[in-house]
Structures are given as structure tokens and as C-alpha cells.
């Protein structure tokens, strides 16, 4: 898919580190420094859908909230479009969100029970002062449509407590696409769907991608997912990212332990022949060493002690485009460069 | 747009927000507090509005002013005066609906005002929180602890007389940190939810997140608040007036059971004592039962319509 | 002898907009050590039955017709004080949502001691002790975290430790309700290998209520799926997801992504399920089906047996 585009960076993360520090108490004495992302370097191809892939806690709704700016970033650089955006403020940081939008994972909470539809979605039109409440209205109507809520004239006027789920989510990302931004950050949109509506929200994703040119960052905690929708993946683990790579290749050919662990635990629907078992993940985990070594070493049942406990793993361009971070994998033998 | 098409789309707007209300008043008048409280106070609107009536009758029906000249000490019920008179003969019934004015005057206003100081307060220390919102909260312990009824009484004493306004002012300004608390606490949980974060990538200043999303959700909880601010505030209204701080302009119930305790006639004239001293009761506990209807009309419980899963 | 029986259960909640008919005529059974997985979207009513076998169903709920029968006793008709000593006993229940399902201010131990000892008066302390030892054990959690709090643990952890206590009566029949929707994939897989292994080896019948077709695929002998507050489909899991014959589970298994296999486009189910306050003529999946006639609409449509244990509640099938 992503070959016959040109790979043209539109985001770029890099080095971005996001600490938090963990509330002292009186026993404790001062917080506790928690690494949320560790270095990450990541870009966004122009048109592409890139999926995080992580666990809960791994630091993939951080990476997120990096990227549309909720949060700051502690140590590193974001650039959209070669532009730095690190550390924007003020009127720049708020034309910077006219192009780079959310949808949040939980629609029961991303929509305020007071506001109606109408003016959810209309939103970023009011604050942006784009035109007047009756243009408000039509591109509302239209936006609405595009997200698969027709005829939109039936939910404009309703509140969010009116719809199910998988509307509320569609007006979610109604609400961030009316701008038409060239990046949209999707963080977790199906996890609390049911499935027969997580297929109309990715539907609705790839028509946003093909009909409006925009670069999608779909963060999720399912491999399935991932291998549906998106061109290319990225697996994090405990703020590092560990594996990088186009989706089909990542996941029949994974070679970091994690993301093999990750597939193993999937379930397989009836295909469970097709998928090999890696069995990579340790069934108890080690007692904490250095922090210096490698993140997964603790559950790796690969791991050599000295090498993988002591120093931090490299980079290795183990096929065409993918890269993952470890000791015991090599470089494919004509080391292509990847992003 | 089509003009047709916007006439339709309006049509649906206004409906949305009437089947919001009737929503409302079902879940409202459902409950029996509600029922009971609405019609007594239904009741005391209507004293208040007829309490303009007696003097039009015939002047010596004036709460105030009006002196039945054949009358020279307190007598009981008669065709004259359905509840008797006061010492120097003024009507009780017409003083007891003049009351319910001002009792509605001081209970609603010092409680508005009151409840839009704490509101404005609890949200802005909410909000912004940090040393803001440190320095707002210690000053509303402050406030909170002094005994309101006290200070305001060493108030009236050191500049005498204080007019119903001043009362009105002085509840408001000492009754505004309860509420603030709530709807700080309100704010700071409204402020962790993912819908303030999408209203700020959305690009929503802070002034547009406090006043268009923030607001409408803690309003309901403000306005609930205000019911049981009413009480207060007439309960304290009262108890200066009787305990000879009121104003001396205004007949309120307080000044009559004040006027009944000083002239003697607490043990002798029960028809003086009560009607004044039963209302008072009444009016506060309309109002609280309105506050607990509300409460259920808030509690999402109630408002979601849960399916089973 | 069936160890369950479900039979033509209706189970309707009072609303302010009427009766709702949350189930609907449903029929099951099942044999001891078996498994069956109930599957459907949320409000398809598989947790409102999971509540009715438990005997838990809340005050404005309650069974409108049909029986239930665990193990010979009819407990849709037990009162409150007998239903209680079924309840744990015979029939235990892993939660949604568990992890808040623990007390967060006593020990873990203590939690687990307690249910112990409140259906067991007459065991002693160190023989509670000595129980929760070995369900630990059983469940795969490390002793010396016995004696801790429920903050101490991991989501995983608590998870365990909620099976346990289920498991602490051995009860004949297990009702989880989802019971990893709310963990990691890989501590999920570990819960329900887990799970699979305690069932063979106690012979203890579960009931499996999930959203998720790949994890009732995974786990369950038999599914049954359900919509819109009535079984559709039911039968041995293989042939339910392989061979679907109901337009609703083929449609649900169609909009499922795979790990592996080809990369069909999913084909999202349009529309919403219909509102079940009041009565609905026809077949209830007929506004989203694609074989949708003009019969469908009128005429409850009948059970259908497509293979050896597969039933279908379709008239087109």
C-alpha cells in the first residue's frame, strides 16, 4: 500500500522522552520519577496509517497526547511537516490543532452530556471562528454524513446520552475532521465497541485516509487490529518502542521477543495453524536488575543474561523497512535504511 | 443552505429542548417531595402576591401602618381580622402575607447571590488550581468557620440598624464558601475528563472551557444548591428579626414573632404566635423538599436510560 | 443429566418506558465440564441471564416466564434464604469488571477466608487458611502475596484471585462474565489457558459471557449467540463461527479482524439493534439482515437444525 505513495515524513518524533513524577507522602519522602516514554523515535509517513501497538500503561496514549500537544514533552523534538512543534504556546499552538485532531477512546466520556451533537461537532469551527452558525451548521451536517451518521439532519439536535456507542465515536470523530486536518491521532476509537461497530470506525478511518489525504496514528492494543488497518506498525513496551516496520511484515515475521510474545497471546479464531507459536515470554518474571539493559530482559525467555541485563539494546534493520530493537538479532544482510 | 431545510432543523432543536424539560419535570413531579414541596410553595407565592390585596381593602389593613382604631390591645380571630390582631392592632393575617414577601425577597436573593459568588469562586479555584486555588479555598475555610449568625449580629450591633438589603448582602457574603467547595470539587473532577481534552484540542481557550463546558455541568448542582441556601437564609433572616436585628422597616415573620415575645404575649395570644412560627418552618421545609426532588432529577442513575446488558 | 436448563427463560426489566423484554424465550443446557459461550453485543441481554442464574437480577427486574434447573432444583422459583445457600455453593460468578469486586481495605486472604467461612460455618480459621493456600496455588499465585492488599496487586493478579474465591465452594457451575475484557492480551491469554485447565480438571461446568468472538471461540465447547434478547444460533463452536448460518453471526464473524488468513475487507453490521420495550412481530434482526424478506417481518421465525447440535432461529436457513 504505503509503496505506491510517496514516503514523504509528515511527523517526526525525535528523542521524545515524557517523565512523570509519581506524588510523595509523608512515608515515601519525595516522588518517584516514572519513564512514560523512553526516546522514541518515530516518523509519520504522508497518507499512512501507522499503528502503535502496546499495552496498557506502555506509553502509547502518552505518545498520543504528545502529538496533539495535550502534554509537553520532558526531553526531545516533534516537527509536523518540518515545523518544530515541541513546545508551541498561545495562537501557534492553536493553529497547530487546526491541523492535527483527536478521537479519544472512551465516547462515553469524550463528548460533553450537556452539548448537543450540533455543537460538539461544531466545535473547532466556533474556536477557530470559521464562518457563521449557519455555515456551522451545513458543514456539520456534511461532516456528519462522511462519519456515517446519515441523515445527519436526525442527530444534529440529540444528545450524546441519546446515541449508542458506536455513534458516539462516529460523532467523536465527526468532531475531528470537520478542520480537516492533515493528522489524526485515533487513540484506542473501538476498544470500548462492540465489534460489529469497531468495523464501521475503521471503515470510517480509511475513508478519511483515502478521501481526505490525511495521515492517521492509530494507537491500539490489539495486533488484529493493527494488521486490518494500518501500513505500517510500531510496538511499544514500557515507554520503548521495540519494533518498527510495515504491519504484514511485523506480524507474520515478527523478530523482537515482545511483539512475537504480543501474537502468541492473540487469539487466533480458528486460524491458530497459520500463526507459529513463538514462545518468547517467560512465565515469571525476573527479579529487576539495572535499568541500564534492555526493557523486555525481565520476560524475555531469550534473554543472555550478561549481554541482554547490562547494556541497552541496538537498532538492528532486520528485513526491508523493519527495525527492531536487540541484542541477539543481526542486520539482514543489505542493511536498508529506515525511518 | 436551504431555508426549508434550517426551519426544520430548528423546529428539532426546540423540540430537543422541551422533550429535555418535560424529561425533567416527569422525573421530578414522580416524587412526592417534589409534589408536596412545589404546591406549598405554590401556596406561599400566592400569599405573597395577595399580600398587596388587604391594603387596598381598607387602609387599616396595612401590615405596617394600619391601626384598627377600635382595637387598643391584642385580640383574637374575628370577621375583621382572620387572625386577630397585634398589640396596637394591626391585622396578623395581612402582616403574615406581607411576611411571606419578604420572606421570598431575603431567601431568594441571598441565596442567588450567594450561590454565583460560589460558584464563580469554586470554579476559578477549580480551574486553575495551584496557588490560586490554595488561596481561595483557605479564604473560604476562613469564612466558613465564623458563625454567621454571630457576626452579623456584632455587625448590627456596632452600626445599628442594618436595612433588609444589608441583611440580604451580609448572608450572601457569609454563606458563598459551602457552595464553592462543592463545585470546586465538581470542576476538578469535570476537568479530568476526556471531554475537556477534546474541547482543548479542539481549541477551546480556558475562558470558553470554563464557561461552555464546565458551566452547564455544574449549574445544575449550583441551582440545586441554591434551594438549600433559600432555607438558610430565611432561618437566619428570621432569627435577627427576632432577635430584635432586623430591619425595622419590613414586617417579616421574624419581626412578628419578635414583636409577640417582646409585648408580652407569648403565652397569651397563640393564634400571634403560631401562624408566623408555623410558616417559617414550613417555607424552609418546602424548599429543602424541592432541593431532594432535584437532587433525584440530577442523579444520572435516574437519567440514563440503562439497557441490560 | 444436564447440569443446567435453561428452558423458554424471559426475564423483563420494570422501566420508566414500560416493560423491557431484556430475554426473550431462551433455551439451553449444559453438561457437567462443558463450556458454553454466550456472545452478542451489549444489551443483547447475555449479562441479564448471567444475573438470573445467579439469582441477582436488580429489584426492578425479574423472570417473567420459563424455568431454570441447576443440578434437578428449579431456582427460578427458590426464595431469597434458599437461593442463598445455591448461590456460591452450586453456582459461583466472576464479575465484569472484577477488580473493584474486592474490598480494598481488608487482606486478600481475609476476602477469600470470609466467603469461605460464611458457607462453611464450621470450618475453623487454619482450615480456611489452608483452603486459600491452595487455591492460590491453583490459581497461579505466588503464596508470599497472600496477605496482601488489593491495591498491591496487578489487574491480572486481582483477576486470580477473584477466580479463586468463585472457585474457593468448588462450585459445579462457573458464570464468568467477561471476565479480561478489562486486562492486557498477553495476561488474558495466560487467565484463560488458565481457566480452560482448572475446568478439565474439576469438571465444573462454565458459562462464558463475552462480547469477544475470538475468546469464546477459544475457550467454549458450544456457543450460543445471542440478539437483540434471543438466541440465534447455537451449537458446537466450530461449526457456530465456521459454518454460521444465522445473517447475524455471519455478520459478526465478518466484521472481526483476523491475525492471520486473508485480509477480507470486514463488513460492519448497519444499523442499530431494535428497542425492546414493547412487542416486535417479526424477526428481530430483519432491519439489518440481508436476507431480509417481507415474511421475516411478520412471523416469528422458527428454530432450524442445520447440523448435528447446530440450531438456527432463521427462517432462511
Known amino acids: ?339 | 443552505m436551504e431555508n426549508k431545510t434550517v426551519q426544520i432543523l430548528k423546529a428539532k432543536r426546540r423540540a430537543l429542548w422541551r422533550q429535555r424539560f418535560m424529561e425533567n419535570w416527569r422525573v421530578f413531579m414522580r416524587n412526592p417531595l417534589g409534589r408536596i414541596g412545589m404546591s406549598l410553595l405554590v401556596m406561599f407565592g400566592l400569599m405573597a402576591v395577595c399580600s398587596y390585596i388587604p391594603p387596598m381593602i381598607d387602609p387599616m389593613y396595612h401590615p405596617m401602618t394600619g391601626v384598627d382604631p377600635k382595637v387598643v390591645s391584642s385580640v383574637g380571630p374575628s370577621w375583621q381580622h382572620w387572625l386577630g390582631t397585634d398589640f396596637m392592632g394591626r391585622d396578623i393575617f395581612s402582616q403574615l402575607l406581607a411576611g411571606a414577601r419578604v420572606a421570598f425577597l431575603v431567601g431568594v436573593s441571598a441565596a442567588f447571590m450567594s450561590v454565583v459568588l460560589g460558584t464563580a469562586v469554586g470554579m476559578t479555584a477549580g480551574y486553575m488550581g495551584r496557588f490560586t486555588d490554595t488561596a481561595l479555598m483557605r479564604l473560604a475555610d476562613m469564612i466558613m468557620v465564623l458563625p454567621t449568625l454571630l457576626v452579623v449580629l456584632m455587625l448590627a450591633a456596632l452600626f445599628g440598624q442594618l436595612s433588609i438589603w444589608m441583611i440580604v448582602l451580609m448572608i450572601a457574603l457569609f454563606r458563598w464558601p459551602g457552595v464553592s467547595r462543592i463545585i470546586r470539587a465538581q470542576t476538578l473532577s469535570l476537568k479530568q475528563r476526556p471531554f475537556i481534552d477534546a474541547a482543548r484540542v479542539s481549541g477551546a481557550s480556558h475562558l470558553r472551557i470554563i464557561f461552555r463546558h464546565i458551566m452547564p455541568n455544574v449549574l445544575p448542582l449550583a441551582f440545586l444548591y441554591m434551594t438549600f441556601r433559600v432555607t438558610s437564609a430565611i432561618v437566619i433572616e428570621a432569627g435577627l428579626a427576632f432577635l430584635g436585628f432586623g430591619d425595622p422597616g419590613t414586617v417579616s415573620w421574624g419581626m412578628m414573632l419578635q414583636w409577640v415575645w417582646k409585648t408580652g404575649y407569648m403565652f397569651q395570644a397563640p393564634y400571634w404566635l403560631l401562624p408566623p412560627g408555623i410558616c417559617i418552618s414550613l417555607i424552609t421545609l418546602s424548599f429543602y423538599m424541592l432541593g431532594r426532588a432535584m437532587d433525584e432529577v440530577l442523579d444520572p442513575r435516574l437519567r440514563d436510560e440503562t439497557q441490560a446488558g | 443429566m444436564a447440569l443446567l436448563t435453561v428452558e423458554n427463560l424471559g426475564i423483563g426489566y420494570q422501566t420508566a418506558k414500560g416493560l423491557l423484554k431484556a430475554v426473550d424465550g431462551v433455551n439451553f443446557s449444559l453438561e457437567p465440564g462443558r463450556s458454553l459461550g454466550l456472545v452478542g453485543e451489549s444489551g443483547c441481554g447475555k449479562t441479564t441471564i448471567g444475573m438470573a442464574l445467579m439469582g441477582l437480577l436488580p429489584p426492578n427486574g425479574r423472570i417473567t416466564e420459563g424455568r431454570i434447573v441447576l443440578d434437578g432444583v428449579e431456582i427460578s422459583t427458590l426464595p431469597e434464604d434458599e437461593l442463598r445457600k445455591v448461590r456460591w455453593n452450586e453456582v459461583a460468578m466472576i464479575f465484569q469488571a472484577a477488580m473493584n469486586a474486592l474490598n480494598p481495605v481488608k487482606r486478600i486472604s481475609a476476602q477469600i477466608m470470609e466467603a469461605i467461612q460464611t458457607h462453611r460455618p464450621d470450618m475453623d480459621d487454619d482450615a480456611a487458611l489452608l483452603r486459600v493456600e491452595g487455591l492460590f496455588n491453583l490459581v497461579g499465585l505466588p503464596l508470599e502475596r497472600l496477605h496482601d492488599f488489593p491495591h498491591q496487586y496487578s489487574g491480572g493478579m486481582k483477576q486470580r484471585a477473584i477466580i479463586a474465591m468463585a472457585l474457593a465452594l468448588n462450585p459445579k457451575l462457573v458464570i464468568a462474565d467477561e471476565p479480561t475484557t478489562a486486562l492486557d492480551v498477553i495476561v488474558q491469554d495466560q487467565i484463560l489457558k488458565e481457566t480452560k485447565q482448572l475446568q478439565s480438571q474439576f469438571n465444573i461446568g462454565i458459562i462464558f459471557i463475552s462480547h469477544d468472538i475470538s475468546i469464546v471461540a477459544d475457550v467454549c465447547h458450544d456457543i450460543g449467540v445471542m440478539y437483540a434478547g434471543q438466541l440465534v444460533e447455537s451449537g458446537p463452536a466450530e461449526e457456530v463461527f465456521f459454518n454460521s448460518q444465522h445473517p447475524y453471526t455471519q455478520a459478526l464473524v465478518s466484521s472481526f479482524p483476523t491475525l492471520a488468513g486473508p485480509k477480507t475487507k470486514l463488513a460492519p453490521i448497519p444499523g442499530e439493534p431494535p428497542n425492546l420495550t414493547g412487542t416486535i412481530p417479526g424477526c428481530r434482526f430483519c432491519d439489518r439482515c440481508p436476507k431480509d424478506t417481507a415474511s421475516c417481518k411478520l412471523d416469528h421465525p422458527k428454530w432450524q437444525q442445520v447440523g448435528p447440535g447446530h440450531h438456527v432461529l432463521c427462517d432462511h436457513c
Open chain 1, 1 to 339: 500500500m504505503s509503496e505506491s505513495r510517496e514516503h514523504k515524513t509528515i511527523l517526526q518524533l525525535e528523542q521524545v522522552s515524557r517523565f512523570y513524577r509519581t506524588r510523595g507522602n509523608v512515608f515515601r519522602g519525595g516522588g518517584r520519577l516514572v519513564v512514560a516514554l523512553n526516546k522514541i523515535n518515530l516518523s509519520l509517513r504522508q497518507g499512512e496509517i501507522f499503528g502503535l501497538v502496546g499495552e496498557s500503561g506502555s506509553g502509547k496514549t502518552t505518545c498520543g497526547r504528545l502529538i496533539v500537544r495535550l502534554e509537553e514533552p520532558d526531553e526531545g523534538r516533534i516537527t509536523l511537516g518540518g515545523e518544530d512543534i515541541t513546545h508551541l504556546k498561545g495562537k501557534k499552538l492553536k493553529d497547530y490543532r487546526r491541523q492535527v485532531q483527536m478521537v479519544f477512546q472512551d465516547p462515553y466520556q469524550s463528548l460533553n452530556p450537556q452539548v448537543t451533537i450540533a455543537d460538539s461537532v461544531a466545535e473547532p469551527l466556533i474556536t477557530n471562528k470559521l464562518g457563521d452558525p449557519l455555515d456551522h451548521l451545513e458543514r456539520v451536517l456534511k461532516v456528519l454524513d462522511t462519519a456515517g451518521l446519515s441523515p445527519s439532519e436526525d442527530y444534529v439536535y440529540r444528545f450524546p446520552h441519546q446515541l449508542s456507542g458506536g455513534q458516539r465515536q462516529r460523532v467523536a470523530i465527526a468532531r475531528a475532521i470537520v478542520l480537516e486536518p492533515s493528522l489524526l491521532v485515533a487513540d484506542e476509537p473501538t476498544s470500548m465497541l462492540d465489534a460489529s461497530y469497531s468495523a464501521q470506525i475503521f471503515e470510517i478511518l480509511q475513508g478519511v485516509r483515502d478521501n481526505m489525504g490525511a495521515t492517521i496514528m492509530f494507537i491500539t492494543h490489539s495486533m488484529a487490529s493493527a494488521r486490518y488497518l494500518c501500513d505500517r506498525i510500531g510496538v511499544i513496551y514500557r515507554g520503548h518502542l521495540v519494533e518498527q516496520g510495515p504491519a504484514e511484515q511485523v506480524i507474520n515475521a515478527p523478530q523482537h521477543p515482545y511483539t512475537k510474545a504480543l501474537i502468541d497471546a492473540t487469539p487466533k479464531f480458528g486460524r491458530s495453524s497459520e500463526v507459529p507459536t513463538y514462545g518468547t515470554l517467560l512465565a515469571a518474571e525476573r527479579p529487576a536488575t539495572s535499568s541500564a539493559g534492555c526493557p523486555f530482559f525481565r520476560r524475555c525467555a531469550l534473554a543472555e543474561r550478561l549481554l541482554c541485563a547490562g547494556t541497552y539494546p541496538p537498532w538492528h534493520d532486520v528485513a526491508p523497512e523493519q527495525v527492531a530493537l536487540c541484542h541477539l538479532l543481526q542486520d539482514a544482510a543489505p542493511a536498508a535504511s529506515s525511518g
